[in-house]
């Protein structure tokens, strides 16, 4: 028999009282970090929707941290603010999972840090928070499956899955009350600002920073529903899975209530990736094989670059009028012309007049994307975003290579030394002690205070 949607939120409470893997620490750890880290250095920088923070929002010098600035907020903008500021750069996590993606970390990190904040909340109770999120995201995601943005339709994952999650999370933090957990829940469902994609199509190209907002508001909506529900408000009992709930709202046919069935306990967080490189995730694998070539192969060598990707990026990713940041972060043409020409892809290189670099614009007329079918069935199996390069001299191969993902084949300490550079290229010394420190120490009773 089907779980009610009581029953669902009821067995997330159980992780209230279990263990916390050690592994799931360290996730959550690094994508807290993580996290703060992007959000900083987009507002010190005023990349993307930083750039309209003074917009109808009071900072002063009391409330709630806003990462990368000197002003405090209150807590519900603090936690808008820096949800638009996490998702600005396009280098936050995602979700590797076959039946679904998107970010979480992006919504439910300000929403739940903003609550601990304001309520002085414990880290270890941070940590359960977070971790009960991020698992309810999953469970979410895959209940829900992919049509939401097929067929004409551009909701964004993000909007529809890691609001509720984090409104639960919210919820928890605070309060072990099934009732609220579940009220929480439902107002966030019945009153989701949903964002679309129409914006980050190839065929508008406006790239504008209502990306960014989105992410701001599904952070800030789901703390003001977890306070809504906490001060007494309810929802409907079934908001999930109930007659014109959540899913037969935005399941479009591929929502599916079986996977609500997985216990929260055996959701793998490590599933969870970070980014390498400050582009969507898409343009990663290719972006890896970009720089590996361009060590051993020069541009002028080169008469052409075939990047083979899933089919579903070959057309969303197929971008080639570079006139923004964002634009350059969703175009794969750019990203891997830039990462062959200046055998790197760093920050730096998406900004300003890097996205007008002559050399890279005139590389991208080398590069042939070619969607794959059979990569587009491996990322429907595993959730991966494989890519495969080759570079040719006319009709002769100069090299291929391909790749899963970014961190296909890095030892664990390569992984970390590479998280670690990322925090670098990110912060200010001072930070990156505090972000490195809290990443491994997250159950330390002092970790969470250091944030603050």
Not at 168 to 193: F, M, Q
Not at 216 to 239: N, V, W
Request: glycine share 8%; charged share 20%; proline share 4%.
């Amino acid at each position: 028999m089907t779980l009610t949607d009581r029953q669902w939120v009821a067995r997330h409470l159980e992780l209230l009282d279990a263990e916390i893997p050690a592994d799931y620490a360290s996730v959550i750890g690094r994508l807290v970090s993580d996290t703060i880290a992007i959000a900083s250095y987009a507002r010190q920088h005023a990349i993307g929707g930083t750039a309209f923070d003074a917009a109808g929002l009071a900072l002063g010098e009391s409330g709630t941290k806003v990462w990368g600035a000197p002003q405090r907020a209150a807590a519900l903008d603090a936690a808008f603010l820096n949800g638009s500021a996490a998702e600005a750069l396009d280098f936050q996590e995602v979700l590797i999972n076959g039946r679904n993606n998107g970010h979480a970390a992006v919504v439910i990190v300000p929403a739940v840090l903003a609550l601990a904040e304001a309520r002085g909340a414990s880290s270890e109770s941070v940590v359960r928070a977070i971790w009960i999120a991020l698992a309810a995201n999953i469970g979410l995601g895959e209940t829900l499956g992919r049509a939401h943005r097929a067929n004409g339709l551009g909701f964004r994952t993000t909007s529809l899955t890691a609001p509720l999650a984090a409104a639960l999370g919210c919820a928890v933090l605070v309060s072990d009350d099934l009732d609220i957990a579940l009220a929480a829940l439902g107002i966030c469902a019945g009153t989701l600002p949903a964002g679309l994609l129409s914006a980050m199509s190839p065929k508008m190209g406006s790239y504008s920073p209502d990306k960014d907002f989105s992410v701001g508001f599904s952070a800030r909506h789901a703390l003001h529903c977890a306070l809504l529900a906490l001060g007494g408000a309810t929802g409907p009992e079934q908001p999930i899975t109930g007659d014109k709930g959540w899913l037969a709202s935005f399941g479009a046919g591929s929502g599916d209530q079986k996977y609500l069935e997985i216990a929260p306990e055996a959701r793998d967080l490590t599933a969870y990736s970070i980014k390498l490189y400050p582009a969507n995730f898409g343009c990663q694998a290719a972006i890896r094989a970009a720089v590996e070539m361009g060590r051993t192969l020069r541009p002028d060598q080169v008469s052409r670059l075939k990047v083979h990707v899933k089919s579903s990026s070959a057309a969303s990713l197929s971008i080639r009028a570079i006139d923004n940041h964002l634009a350059a972060r969703f175009s794969l043409p750019f990203a891997v012309a830039s990462a062959f020409v200046r055998g790197r892809s760093v920050l730096e290189d998406f900004e300003g007049d890097a996205v007008q670099n002559s050399e890279v614009l005139n590389f991208m007329d080398k590069i042939e994307l070619v969607g794959s079918y059979e990569l587009e069935a491996i990322h429907l199996s595993r959730g991966v975003f494989p890519s495969r390069v080759e570079a040719y001299a006319g009709d002769l191969l100069l090299a291929s290579d391909a790749y899963d993902g970014p961190f296909d084949n890095f030892t664990t300490a390569q992984s970390d030394a590479a998280f670690v550079e990322k925090l670098k290229s990110l912060c200010d010394t001072e930070t990156v002690a505090v972000l490195s420190q809290y990443s491994q120490r997250v159950l330390d009773p002092k970790s969470v205070g250091s944030l603050f």
